[in-house]
């Protein structure tokens, strides 16, 4: 198993099997992200990833906010100015690392979102599996209006969850939208009052470390990869899938569970 890393100032990382929590804890911030917060997301999903304990993840953060995006204020904080290119030298492998790595790590993540979701906290929310956001949560992607493009998967994220014209309602104009108009959009899995958020956002998490994690996992896959092949190569994908999956102990526990009428017990193995 890939050990997990130390977790830099600003990340809580608390392994408590089946379940890995990552905390944003930058709330006088606003919960914004540093290199290090970013490089240290992805190696913690990775390792959580090949983990055998580890069935589900649980994002969240401290204080009355998820995340108000990168800390660009905080990396110019020396006042000194960076070579031409920093931006497409740096992005390879911070954003641009980090949520394909959510998108492929096997292991479901569950999002739990108060107040802002703004760059690329927006784009955590919309990578992850499940997000369970307030129902007056503020979700904007403000690019345009700062006279940049869109970065973090969001251009690539918006229109495949909610479609091309809210897209461009959001990365166009710029505009914002509550927790209760994501959810009505499909953007994400549920909104619930601000006091119900981490606590449903948990049961949720809960589930699925609960489930037959080898499907589980596979199913993501198949649904991430499916967009970007044919029919006829993701049913050869799928077959691949079915093949592994009824091989697993998960799958037997199921099928002795039926026989004796009783529900399963799933290990995720």
Not at 12 to 36: F, K, Y
């Amino acid at each position: 198993m890939k050990p997990y890393p130390t977790p830099p100032q600003g990340l809580q990382v608390v392994s408590a099997p089946p379940m890995l929590t990552l905390t944003i804890d930058r709330p006088e911030r606003r919960n914004s992200l540093t290199d290090e917060i970013v490089l240290a997301l992805i190696d913690t999903l990775e390792a959580a990833g090949a983990d055998e304990e580890i069935r589900a993840v649980l994002l969240n953060a401290a204080g009355e906010n998820f995340c108000s995006g990168f800390d660009l204020a905080g990396r110019a904080g020396d006042g000194s100015r960076p070579r031409p290119g920093s931006i497409s030298r740096r992005m390879p492998y911070l954003v641009n690392r980090l949520i394909p790595v959510m998108l492929e790590v096997q292991t479901p993540i569950v999002c739990a979102v108060r107040g802002w979701a703004v760059g690329l906290g927006l784009s955590l929310v919309l990578a992850s599996d499940f997000a369970v956001a307030a129902v007056d949560a503020r979700l904007r992607a403000p690019f345009t209006a700062m006279g940049i493009t869109p970065d973090s998967g969001s251009s690539w994220l918006l229109p495949r969850l909610a479609g091309v014209t809210r897209a461009k309602q959001m990365l166009m104009l710029g505009e914002e939208i509550s927790g209760a108009e994501a959810a009505a959009w499909g953007l994400i899995h549920q909104a619930v009052p601000a006091d119900r958020v981490e606590a449903e956002a948990m049961a949720l998490a809960g589930r699925l470390a609960a489930s037959a994690t080898v499907a589980v996992g596979l199913a993501k896959i198949l649904i991430h990869r499916g967009s970007a092949r044919s029919l006829e190569s993701h049913l050869g994908d799928e077959a691949f899938a079915m093949e592994l999956s009824s091989r697993s102990a998960d799958f037997r526990e199921w099928a002795a569970s039926r026989q004796l009428g009783r529900s399963p017990d799933f290990t995720g193995r």
